[in-house]
């Protein structure tokens, strides 16, 4: 099938990459000049494990090409997957669909013939309907220019497992024809038994956002839990462990500590909330603000640990922060906690020196006033105390000995409950975790 992947952002150059690796014939469309020639040449623009040898594989195939116009893309693609950003509206709590818009508006002119435009992007529920008439309005095909809706839960750091073999596929669809399609263009997934669920439009944009809004409320409700654990000296971090055992519960993303970020969950619960609230029934969803609520403290409440094991003051202090990515496996720093929490205990006084694997230049970009270290050993040197804010693999290997022998205190603030706090305590550290018991 002749495929095309409009925006070639994380998510879309992930689908084209895959569709291409797939057995497809795939054209990665995007307004970024920049960003199309990085991909051409075989250089994924993020980090994404697994990612760029696909790329090469792809491009290598001759199934993967890269353009910035989109009357090419509309007299190429059978189907047309739309995969652009819906990012939060900078003055308001709804999402920005700017770019949906903008690709249906700009690609529609250039259908003339059926075709299938399929929206990948995460949206408020009823933007399908309306970018559908849109579609019949300006594409020359008119009624042939079919629109559905496919949305994509791929998770940053797994994301070509995710696509390659996702848990479910959902396909939004108001024909056969379309849902046939979709069925083609997914025969290499659909093969391997994934399971499908064919719905409606307005159901499919919806199962994205209760998706996200269900794990974001997952990871508020056990630091809800540790909140209370903090007030009642019990230990969140064995709580979790024994609500885990009970399958209906589950232990994923139910692990406590510094909370959600990332371009996805906070933005989604905020403009899901919003969409509710249009539609009328913002009580339904208003829980959901407190999910946000219990989220932000977590920042707030690491910042005051942290002001406290210092002994009340950081000003004049050194910070050794190991993380800046909002999860580990990631270079991306959108409304990061890790950078969140440096930030403010910069702004209390404190001089602070951010080591993270991956995203240390996107950090440096975007907070110039943080001080930045080649290795976690090297941010620790001198440090008053060592906060770890994203729970990268590289940070449990971390051996307690050697980091006391470079800190000036041997004082530890686990803000992801990454540690094994005996470990830390029997080498002479002061390990704390909010949740947790001061002493074990
Ligand atoms: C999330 C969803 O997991 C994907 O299914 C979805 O497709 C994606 O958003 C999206 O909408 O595009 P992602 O943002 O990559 O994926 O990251 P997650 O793995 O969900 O983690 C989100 C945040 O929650 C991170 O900051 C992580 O540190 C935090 N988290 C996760 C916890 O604090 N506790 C947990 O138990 C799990």
Redesign the pocket.
């Known amino acids: 099938m002749r495929l095309t992947v409009i925006g070639t952002g994380?998510?879309g150059a992930t689908h084209a990459i895959c569709m291409a690796v797939m057995g497809h014939d795939v054209l990665g469309v995007d307004v970024d000049t920049t960003k199309i020639e990085k991909l051409a040449s075989g250089q994924v623009p993020f980090f994404e494990p697994g990612l760029p040898e696909l790329l090469s594989k792809a491009l290598d195939s001759g199934r993967l090409r890269f353009t910035t116009s989109f009357a090419e893309a509309g007299a190429f693609g059978d189907v047309h997957f739309i995969c652009v950003g819906t990012p939060q509206q900078a003055d308001s709590e709804a999402a920005d669909l700017t770019y949906v818009d903008a690709a249906v508006t700009v690609l529609a002119p250039y259908l003339r013939r059926r075709t299938l435009v399929v929206g990948k992007s995460?949206v408020p529920v009823g933007t399908a309907a309306r970018l559908a008439g849109l579609l019949r309005e300006l594409a020359p095909a008119g009624d042939e220019a079919e629109l559905a809706w496919n949305?994509?839960?791929?998770?940053?750091?797994?994301?070509v497992d995710?696509t390659m073999r996702p848990d479910r596929l959902v396909f939004g669809v108001t024909s056969a024809w379309a849902e046939e399609r979709l069925r083609d263009a997914f025969e290499p997934v659909l093969a391997q038994d994934v399971p499908v669920k064919v719905t409606d439009l307005q159901t499919a944009e919806l199962v994205?956002v209760a998706?996200?809004s269900f794990?974001?409320t997952?990871?508020s409700y056990?630091?809800a839990m540790a909140e209370i654990c903090e007030a009642t000296g019990a230990d969140v971090h064995d709580l979790a462990e024994a609500l885990a055992y009970d399958d209906r519960i589950g232990g994923?993303?139910?692990?406590?500590?510094?909370?959600?970020?990332?371009?996805?969950?906070p933005k989604?619960i905020r403009a899901f909330a919003y969409r509710a609230e249009e539609l009328g029934v913002g009580q339904a969803v208003g829980f959901l603000r407190e999910i946000d609520g219990i989220n932000r403290r977590?920042r707030a409440r690491t910042v005051d640990l942290v002001v406290e094991i210092c002994g009340g003051d950081v000003a004049g202090k050194r910070v050794a922060a190991l993380g800046a990515a909002?999860?580990?496996n990631?270079d991306?720093i959108r409304?990061?906690?890790a950078l969140d929490v440096a930030e403010r205990l910069r702004a209390a006084g404190a001089t602070v020196v951010v080591y993270d694997p991956a995203a240390l230049e996107s950090a440096r970009r975007a907070h110039p006033g943080l001080e930045y270290s080649t290795s976690a050993l090297d941010a620790a040197r001198g440090a008053d105390v060592v906060v770890l804010l994203?729970?990268w693999n590289e940070f449990r290997e971390i051996e307690p000995s050697a980091m006391a022998a470079v800190v000036r205190h041997r004082k530890i603030v686990d803000g992801?409950h990454a540690l094994d706090p005996a470990g830390w305590r029997a080498a002479g550290w002061e390990y704390r975790a909010l949740g947790r018991p001061t002493v074990a």
Do not use: M
């Open positions: 994380y998510l995460t949305p994509e839960f791929l998770r940053e750091g797994f994301a995710d994205k998706a996200n794990l974001a997952k990871i056990i630091n994923r993303f139910l692990r406590p500590g510094l909370g959600f970020g990332g371009g996805c969950l989604d977590r909002f999860k580990p990631s991306d409304d990061a906690p994203t729970e992801r």
